[in-house]
């Protein structure tokens, strides 16, 4: 039997969104703000859930990429925003660490607090930074998705191992987002929505 490939692609869309943006987005409310309309579209468009990422020069503001939700599309549970834009960036860059030697430090900026799959992925990746426009319970309040039983003490272990997180990035924006996504039609595609198999 022969060995499947695995090909994860992001939308059509994204290339035409991106050559939208200067290449250098120097506030982190200009980052926050071009991934929350990458996250918008990407639910408007029906090629995901309504999360994005990107990656960026931490210093600069350089942009290298924004991802976006992919789970649905592409039948992979783990294709979520941070992994995809993570992945296309140390493909970019050719380099699974995004802080190695010589390497700029790299920002990753996403519309909400990571799941545990994310947090994970963030950790292993090398950035510098993490940008978040909120971490509490509106995101499964207002969306019904299932995040994950995140560690107490995140932002203290993401210090720990050398991530600044800076939250609360226009949190009110992102939470008008969810809530727009809760009212919609659009799936929530957790496995048994959390339950426990029996």
């Known amino acids: 039997m022969p060995i499947p490939q695995i090909v994860l692609t992001l939308p059509d869309w994204i290339t035409k969104e991106l050559d939208h943006l200067p290449p250098y987005l120097k506030t982190l409310e200009e980052r926050m703000s071009a991934v929350l309309r990458f996250a918008q579209l990407n639910f408007e468009h029906d090629t995901g859930g309504p999360f994005a990422a990107g990656i960026f020069e931490r210093d600069s503001g350089k942009l290298l990429t924004i991802g976006v939700n992919r789970v649905m599309a592409m039948n992979c549970s783990s294709a979520h925003a941070e992994v995809m834009a993570l992945s296309v960036a140390q493909k970019l860059l050719g380099t699974y660490d995004l802080g190695a030697q ?11 607090r990571p799941c545990v799959l994310c947090y994970g992925a963030i950790i292993w990746s090398g950035v510098r930074s993490m940008v978040i426009s909120g971490s509490g319970p509106e995101l499964e309040d207002l969306t019904g998705f299932d995040e994950g039983p995140m560690h107490l003490n995140w932002k203290e272990e ?38 426990v198999s029996r």
Do not use: M
């Open 102 to 112: 010589g390497q700029p430090a790299h920002q990753i900026v996403i519309n909400w």
């Open 158 to 195: 993401l210090n720990k191992r050398g991530i600044e997180v800076v939250s609360d990035v226009l949190r009110a924006e992102a939470c008008n987002l969810f809530r727009d996504f809760g009212k919609s039609t659009r799936h929530v595609y957790n496995s048994r929505l959390g339950e």
